[in-house]
Each structure stands twice: as structure tokens, then as C-alpha cells.
């Protein structure tokens, strides 16, 4: 597989700013009670993974071409965002919440995406 090189792209061109992923609510319990159920769903967490590698060009390349920084970790919190509009802290505190089968299952929801992203990245379709 070929190498991807890094790609930067400006903040305000990151589709996960309209999503939330980085900003605030005010019931924090109450996104916290849907994160959690939400990221235990590995199959559902996985649809929106897709979604995400799908519909969000500029931020997948600047984050999933980025590889020393947990891409798991960022397109789950981007999956949240999309779905929930739940903001990325609150999505890290809701993995606490999980067993360690659900962690595994999620990551290896987020694997199935971030290589889908490069596939299809590599191959020109997105």
C-alpha cells in the first residue's frame, strides 16, 4: 500500500467544528448517559465511523492521515460528534463507562473505518 503523506488543512474547514466535536452542551449528564450507550453499540458506533471516513474529506485527511496520533480515539469522537453532536471530552468520558469487550469491539470498529478511509483515499473516491 502506498504511503500517505501528512495532510493540514485549516481548522475552519474541518466538518467535525459543525458537529460539535469540540464545543459544549449543557446537560453534560445527559450526553454522557448517550455517549456511553452509544459507543457500547459497536455496530451502530461502527455505521457512523463509515459516515464519518464518507462525508467528512477535509477532516479525515487532516486527522487520518496523521498516524502517530490516535486515530481511534479521533474517529470515534468524530462518530460521536456526527450522531450525537456530543463534544469530544464528554465522549472520553463516557469510554470509562465501557467494558473492556466493548473498548475492543469500538476499536476494532474504528480499524475497520480508518483502513477503509485509506483504501479508498489511496484509490482516489473520496
Not at 462525508?55 to 486515530?71: A, I, T, V
Not at 453532536?85 to 469491539?105: F, M, N, S, Y
Request: proline residues 2%; glycine residues 4%.
Amino acid at each position: 500500500m502506498s504511503k500517505i503523506e501528512r495532510i493540514f488543512h485549516p481548522y475552519w474547514d474541518w466538518e467535525e467544528i459543525d458537529s460539535n466535536m469540540w464545543g459544549t452542551v449543557e446537560d453534560k449528564a445527559k450526553y454522557l448517559e448517550a455517549a456511553i450507550e452509544f459507543t457500547g453499540d459497536a455496530e451502530l458506533y461502527g455505521s457512523w465511523m463509515i459516515k464519518v471516513v464518507k462525508s467528512w474529506k477535509y477532516s479525515c485527511e487532516h486527522n487520518l492521515s496523521h498516524k502517530s496520533q490516535n486515530r481511534q480515539a479521533w474517529i470515534g469522537h468524530a462518530a460521536c460528534a456526527m450522531a450525537l453532536g456530543c463534544p469530544e471530552d464528554i465522549v472520553r468520558k463516557a469510554w470509562w463507562h465501557l467494558t473492556k469487550e466493548q473498548q475492543d469491539e469500538a476499536n476494532k470498529k474504528a480499524d475497520e473505518a480508518i483502513a477503509l478511509w485509506e483504501e479508498l483515499f489511496l484509490r482516489g473516491e473520496l
